[in-house]
Antibody, heavy 119, light 108 residues
């Protein structure tokens, strides 16, 4: 049973960088999986941020592409999100999730972590 | 980028009734690359149905998905109070993947 767990600061400063890590438990980060970040502003819907393949290939949401970097560290069984130049609009619950192969739905999710952008 | 528009925004029904939630894509999509999620307050989304007719593990057969062209639908038969939640459609057939804005279902 795969389990995902987000970790990182709950607060980020305006114009600063938001950094989160997702630990993957219950097995190795197998080849063929896509590892994904999704966010949800308070009281609003879900937004797909981007994904990374086991070999490091990435896809990003064009609306965030200039500010987002997703990376993977298979030796630590984790992947990470960095979002630069944050504003209050980036305040959200951030979820990490897994897609089990190309063109697959997100089947396992972390519980989410709230990041507030505030000085 | 494919935009998904869900309707209705809110749906209120009684236990035992049937609910149909709709999701319209801004262009024709392959329903084989679509999915529906259920989200309750304070929880992560839970995968319900995906592909042409797949159901995620542990999801009862009261939940079924369908779709053609630009239109996707989730049908929940024999509603139960525990089905009260927000439901999201999701398309993963073309990057960027995208979610609908959600439909809130109240069963009371």
């Amino acid at each position: 049973q795969v389990q995902l767990q987000e970790s990182g600061p709950g607060v980020a400063k305006p114009s600063g960088t938001l950094s989160l890590t997702c630990g993957v438990f219950g097995g190795p980060m197998s080849s063929g999986n896509w590892w994904t970040w999704v966010r949800q502003p308070p009281g609003k819907g879900l937004e797909w941020i981007g994904e990374i393949y086991h070999n490091g290939y990435t896809n990003y949401n064009p609306s965030l592409k200039s500010r987002v970097t997703i990376s993977v560290d298979r030796s630590k069984n984790q992947f990470s999100l960095k979002l630069t130049s944050v504003t209050a609009a980036d305040t959200a619950v951030y979820f990490c999730a897994r897609a089990d192969g190309d063109y697959s739905p997100l089947d396992y999710w972390g519980q989410g972590t709230l990041v507030t952008v505030s000085s | 980028e494919i935009v998904l528009t869900q309707s209705p925004g809110t749906l209120s029904l009684s236990p035992g009734e049937r609910a149909t939630l709709y999701c319209r894509a801004s262009q024709s999509v392959d329903s084989g690359f679509s999915a529906w999620y259920q989200q309750k307050p304070g929880q992560a989304p839970r995968l319900l149905v995906y592909g042409a007719s797949g159901r995620a593990a542990g999801i009862p057969d009261r939940f079924s998905g369908s779709g053609s062209g630009t239109d996707l639908a989730l049908t929940i038969s024999r509603l139960e109070r525990e089905d009260s939640a927000v439901y999201y459609c999701y398309y993963y057939g073309r990057s960027p993947n995208t979610f609908g804005q959600g439909t809130k279902l109240e069963v009371k």
